[in-house]
């Protein structure tokens, strides 16, 4: 006993000596006490909804009053129920577990601390040697006496790895419940908690078998140290856990804007953008965006179901044994994307009265009755077999707004919508496409298109300039033109409808969309006039070569530039500059940039137009609203709408970019390898309804806008037909040095050019 005693004190007094001889060689806690760690870079709205991160860790670092209490205690139970007591090494758990190593032959249970974890997570390996374990005691009691057990929680709190790239608690709870930890329930807290341990093995998402047997055990261990009641214990085990199973939470979609964003970071920050815990704020705002969203989905999903189904997106061999179909039906529709509410299944039977469907992740669907209209051609008598769905067909599906399954597919066609502040050009709501995840180009800066008729308010806002009113009278009449003049060959230019008014007011001229009066107004100022002129828009000249079909919008043009150039009439004839980030914050909370917009009207903004130009275009885009192609947005119940819609030859491209004083929106459909969409599928079919679906949306509620009468207008009366003054006419407004004569079919100047214009 004398010599067990004296090697035990040997090897006590060797051990103290081999702590003095270390402790000063250990590594400074620097790196604890000025705590940084790798945050990703966040994009939010203007109202602070997260849209989306960029980084390699998910993290969101949380002070320790901010984390509830119950959150803690969970921590304790599952890890370290005597944290509190303890001076950063448990000797009770270690001598158990040594004891165990040296009975099972090696280094293979540990007996680690908070303390010890923070310490071996921050300086050291986890490999399982006694070299190891002893500079992780040592260093835990270093952490001990430097840091208070508060802070040294909050570093494990906000550090330890939890699977799914999330370190931290907070990042864990958007990861796998979505939700900040403030609105976690005790079962929740549990599922956690039981992470740290082995954060692959009790995964939620990957093992939730394990999972739950491991949340079990906390909270058994949470009742036991009285930190809940029986009630809370029972009510905590049968709770039904929702697990998110996507890697990316954002309460608002914004995908195409949170890449922009990273783009701009990158190019100011580099590299460092991933990891220094940057916080973006947008201009969106996050009802703009949901709504935008919501609109163009529905807008584009509406013109897919006109145009009928198109057969399943492939095949999938379910031959084999049956005791294993589901792992390998999961296994197939893993490498499948989701497209939000359209879901990849593949059809285990497939009739024209039903289909069954397996679902990714597991369920089994049954498709009957209306949710079979869709593809009821696909098995008529005479329907081509590769259409038809069968036993292994990959297919979409969705459920109905009354909780019924149907059948569906992806949409071919793309879309943008975009809407901005005409007063200092903020952007409110930007959806680039139908999916990013299917196509990552943002239609909305870089789908060059023709706009069709919805480029004709900038002739006309030229002609005004020039001396002609709404009410001049042109003739829409046919008309034959030289290659000179389109650039190519000889063009004869119709009206959609196929009709001619003959000689019509510019106003209706523009309200009903008349193409021959475009073209004679131009051929009248000249293309160079207004090739020059739609500069001030913010339209490049390049794009619009200087012939006759520049009337018809044959130019090229983006989204972005189209809700610029109409925020010109909104706002009184002044060019916004659009912007869509409004400051960004460090990780410490110190704005390193804020946005500092011009506004319509103060000093240094940007007046391209006369305000009397833009309040009679205005006028004339209000009267497509109420008589014209877009007399559907009547819907709306409005008055101060504006808007012009746009179809181009063969219905390539459907526009409708519409306004009031505070809104600018564009909404554009189309394919992106140019083709037809169809006979019908006009701007006012096709473009229109979305654009109203989002307007509808962010305009409820919101107060009329009475458009103010700039100074030089006059009102006067003309006689429709002659557009001549006339005291039992219709009220017009012209500039006050174009008011016509009471004689003349228009003014002075209708008789310089009429021969041009007839």
Sequence with gaps: LLALAAAGGLLAALLVLAAILAYPNLPSLEILTDYRPKVP??????????????????????????VPKLMRQAILA????????????????????????LTSGGAREGASTITMQVARNFFLSREKTLTRKFSEVLLSFKIEHFLGKDQILELYINQIYLGQRAYGFAAAAQAYFGKPL???????????????????????VANPKRAKLRQQYVLRRMHDLHYINDAEYQNALKFPLAVRHDMFFAEVKADYVAEMVRQEMFEQYHEAIYSSGLKVYTTLRKADQDAANAALRQGVLDYDRRHGYRGPEGYIDVAGPSSNLDEMLEDALSEVDESGDLLPAVALDAGPKEIKAYIKGGETVSISGDGLKFAARAFGDKADPKIRPRRGSLIRVKKDENGNWQIAQLPQVESALVSMSPEDGAIRALVGGFDFNRSKINHVVQAWRQPGSSFKPFIYSAALEKGFTAATVIND???????????????????????????????????????????????????????????????????????????????????????????????????????????????????????????????????????????????????????????RAMQLKRTDLGGKTGTTNDQVDAWFTGFNSGLVAVAW????????????????????????SYMGKVLKGVPEAILPMPEGIVVAKIDPQSGARSEGGIPEFFYRENLPGERESGGKFQDDVKDQLF
């Excluded at 403030?182 to 939620?204: D, I, T």
């Excluded at 917009?597 to 130009?613: H, K, M, T, Y």
């Excluded at 037809?676 to 229109?688: F, K, P, R, V």
């Design 182 to 204: 403030e609105k976690l329930n005790v079962a929740e807290f549990a599922m956690l908690a039981g992470l740290p341990k082995a954060p692959s093995r009790y995964n939620p």
């Design 477 to 631: 009449a046919p008309i034959v033109l030289d290659p000179f003049d389109t650039g190519g060959q000889v063009w004869e230019p119709k009206n959609f409808d196929g009709e001619f008014a003959g000689p019509i007011r510019l106003r209706t001229a523009l309200t009903k969309s008349k193409n021959l009066v475009s073209i004679r107004i131009l051929q009248s100022i000249t293309p160079q006039y207004a090739q020059d002129y739609i500069t001030r828009f913010g339209f490049t000249a390049e794009r619009h070569p200087p012939y006759l079909t520049m009337a018809l919008g044959a130019g090229s043009v983006t989204p972005l530039q189209m809700a610029t150039a109409y925020s010109v009439f909104a706002s009184g004839g002044y060019r916004p500059k659009p912007y869509f980030i409004d400051r960004v914050v460090d990780a410490r909370g110190k704005v390193l940039t804020q946005s500092k917009p011009l506004r319509a009207g103060s000093d240094g903004s940007e007046q391209v137009i006369d305000p009397r130009n833009a309040f009679i275009i205005t006028s004339l885009l209000q009267d497509v609203v109420r008589f014209g192609t877009a007399a």
């Design 669 to 692: 459909i189309g394919f992106d390898q140019p083709r037809s969409l169809g006979g019908a599928e006009t701007g006012a079919h096709a473009a229109l309804p979305i654009w109203m």
């Design 41 to 66: 870079l966040r994009v939010y709205t203007a109202d602070g909804a997260l849209i989306g991160e960029f980084g390699e860790e998910r993290r969101a670092v949380v002070k320790i009053d901010a």
């Design 78 to 101: 599952a890890e370290d129920d005597r944290f509190y007591q303890h001076g950063g090494v448990d000797y009770l758990g270690v001598a158990r577990a040594a004891l165990a190593n």
